[in-house]
């Protein structure tokens, strides 16, 4: 783990402070290239550079009115996030905030530092994306989210303001700085939501994509902190390197499972679990190598949260699901006794849905999961844990276990490069208009058949020039029908 050099007044010595402009300086900081809907994101030494992130720190004490209060700092394995870790905390203890430095977390640690320690915080991490880019992720006390709708943009206009200032003028009393580490009290933490102890032994490979699930995983389903549980983790790429040397974490494309399903039948593991780089994300995969839908893992963890909650005297818990999700999800709810509330698709927009509907638990298609007794925030590691204690109490191969949540037959999401997105989705419009085919535009255009034989999404993309399509049906037969009729139309 990183360390930090104090100097003679006991504060940690930081790199650099930013430079004043001189009156032949014309430059202009234009901070909406790397400011997201709800993250900041960019290249590093271009869209985001230390300069830049120690004005974010000092932009986000201001505009949460956080002086005197305490900061939580960390982030991912990739080579800049220590140098952004110090000039975010130099930023914000400059405006009079006491920061706590957490060195390397997952974000999934981050959200559980905000919500136990009921501090706001920030971590530096692009996720999925290539070893070029870093980012930074922003919650308030509590772990909840902010967006462009809760303050992003007022840091952003700020952090712009002092960058074309020059400097970040004192508030005060400056900051203190000093060091904390979170990985032993969040991986207690999880162990007390999820009893694996009394679990069958189960054989589990982990990838974790050299990104932070190789510190987490050892330390919630090892033994390096806590005592050992009856799993025999089997770890593929677990060096943390932000330069993805084995392949990119983002295992939303099906080519970054290969190495985990193979190793998953070469080994005869039970189950192989994989993370994205920041490990907030869990994909799963049976024992035959095969993938378990992220709408199964819903289902499954839906299906322990309701009977928990009920137990504990709730009626009828809320369980949150988007839109992309299989229908074999509000079905099962339902049947269990819950309450489905059906979403549009986005993890910042979710967590403030679970809050405002008071729901135990959320999922996605995108394998985002999400639950009230982790502040409404989504953690990865969290929802694997449910996977292998469904799986450890009873005695069937995980395949079986999966199929009973998989009852439809799902297309996956297929990208189509369309300029004119509107008219394509038009013509689909009036291709289906004839049919018994109710459409909901809560996110995109659905077409819902009324017979319930299928149903399917378009949705454009915001960023790029992509129609996505989604499509689910009763068998396999009807599911290649419809898809293929919808990307004839679509395609042109």
Known sequence: MSTYAAGPDGRLQLPRKI??????????????????????????????????????????????????QTVLVGGDMRPSSPEFSRAFANGAATRGANVQLLDLISTDELYYACGALNAAGATFTASHNPAEYNGIKMA?????????????????????????????????????????????????????????????????????????????????????????????????????????????????????????????????????????????????????????????????????????????????????????????????????????????????????VMAAEGAIFGGEHSAHFYFRDFWNADTGMLAAMHVLAALGEQDGPLSELGREYEPYKSSGEINSEIEDKAAAVERVRVDFYDEDVEVDYLDGSTFIAADGSYWFNLRPSNTEPFLRLNVEATDKETMERVRDRVLALVRG
């Open 19 to 68: 430079g004043a402009v001189t009156s032949d300086q014309t430059k202009t900081f234009d901070l909406s290239a790397s400011f997201k809907a709800y993250d900041v994101r960019g290249i590093v030494g271009e869209s985001i550079t230390a300069e830049i992130v120690e004005a974010v720190g000092a932009a986000f004490v201001d505009v949460l009115d956080l002086a005197g």
């Open 140 to 352: 308030k006390a509590g772990a909840v989210p902010i967006s462009s709708e809760t303050g992003l943009k007022e840091i952003q206009a700020l952090a712009e303001e002092y960058l074309n200032a020059g400097t970040i003028p004192a508030n005060g009393t400056r900051g203190l700085i000093s060091v904390r580490d979170v990985l032993k009290d969040y991986s207690e933490y999880l162990r007390s939501l999820v009893d694996l102890s009394g679990s069958r032994p189960l054989k589990v490979v982990v990838d974790a994509g050299n990104g932070m699930a190789g510190m987490t995983t050892p330390a919630v389903l090892g033994d390096t902190l806590l005592p050992k549980l009856p799993l025999e983790i089997i770890p593929l790429y677990f060096e943390l390197d932000g330069s993805f040397p084995n392949h990119p974490a983002n295992p939303l494309e099906p080519e970054n499972l290969r190495d985990l399903q193979a190793a998953v039948v070469e080994h005869g593991a039970d189950i192989g679990l994989a993370f994205d780089g920041d490990a907030d994300r869990c994909f799963v995969i049976d024992e035959k190598g095969e993938p378990v839908s992220p709408s199964a893992v819903t289902g499954m963890v839906a299906r322990r949260e309701i009977a928990r909650a009920k137990a504990n005297g709730e009626e009828t818990p809320t369980i949150i699901h988007n839109l992309l999700t299989s229908r074999a999800v509000p079905e099962l709810v339902v049947n269990d006794g819950g309450r489905a509330f059906r979403t549009r698709v986005g993890h910042s927009f979710i967590k403030a």
